[in-house]
C-alpha cells in the first residue's frame, strides 16, 4: 500500500474531526479548515490509490498505455468529483464522477487487452513446444515432407502441362462431391 494512502486517509480523518470541532464549538473559519484539510487528505488517498494501481498494472507483465491513462483520468475524476462535493457544486462533482467513470471504462479496456496479449504469448508458447515434440517423437517426418515436396517440384519443373491437368481433375473431382451430381 502506497504511503500516499495511509497519510492522505490520516489526514482526511483529521478533517474531519477538526470540521466537526469547529462546526460544535461555531468557529466558521475552524470548519472550513477542517473541510479543506479533508479534502486535501481526500486527494492524497487517491492519488495513492491511483499510484498503486499502476505498480499493481506494472507488476503483472507490462502495462497496456490505455491502463495507465484510465487510471489516470480516474484519479482526475474522483478528485474533480471531491473538490466539487467540497464546494458544493454538482456540476463539477457531476462531470468529475463522468470522469471516473470514462477512466474507469479505459482502464479495463487496457487489461482486456493485456489478457489477450498473454493469452497469445501462452498460445506462441504451446505451439512452439508441441512443434517441438513433433520433431523430436517424429525426427523422420520433416525429412520425408521435403522429400516428397522436392519430388512433387521436380516433377512439376519436368512436365508442368500434367501438373495442371491432375490439378483440374482433382478440382473437379472434389466440386462433384462436395456439391454432388445434378
Do not use: C, W
Request: aromatic share 4%; charged share 30%; glycine share 14%.
Amino acid at each position: 500500500m502506497d504511503e500516499n494512502r495511509i497519510t492522505g486517509t490520516a489526514k482526511e480523518l483529521g478533517g474531519k474531526a477538526e470540521g466537526k470541532a469547529g462546526e460544535l464549538a461555531g468557529d466558521r473559519s475552524m470548519e472550513a479548515k477542517g473541510a479543506v484539510n479533508e479534502a486535501k487528505g481526500t486527494v492524497e488517498n487517491l492519488y495513492g490509490r491511483a499510484k498503486d494501481a499502476v505498480r499493481d498494472a506494472a507488476d503483472h507483465g507490462g502495462v497496456d498505455s490505455n491502463r495507465v491513462s484510465g487510471a489516470a483520468k480516474e484519479f482526475g475524476g474522483k478528485v474533480q468529483g471531491a473538490m466539487g462535493s467540497l464546494v458544493g457544486d454538482s456540476e463539477t462533482q457531476a462531470r468529475g464522477k463522468a470522469n471516473e467513470v470514462e477512466g474507469s471504462v479505459e482502464n479495463l479496456y487496457g487489461q482486456a487487452k493485456d489478457a489477450v496479449r498473454d493469452v497469445a504469448e501462452q498460445a506462441g508458447d504451446l505451439a512452439r513446444d508441441a512443434l517441438k515434440q513433433g520433431r523430436e517423437r517424429y525426427p523422420d517426418a520433416e525429412r520425408a515432407y521435403r522429400q516428397s515436396a522436392d519430388t512433387v517440384s521436380q516433377y512439376a519443373k519436368e512436365a508442368p502441362l500434367m501438373v495442371a491437368i491432375m490439378a483440374g481433375a482433382i478440382g473437379y473431382l472434389l466440386a462433384l462431391v462436395i456439391h454432388g451430381r445434378r
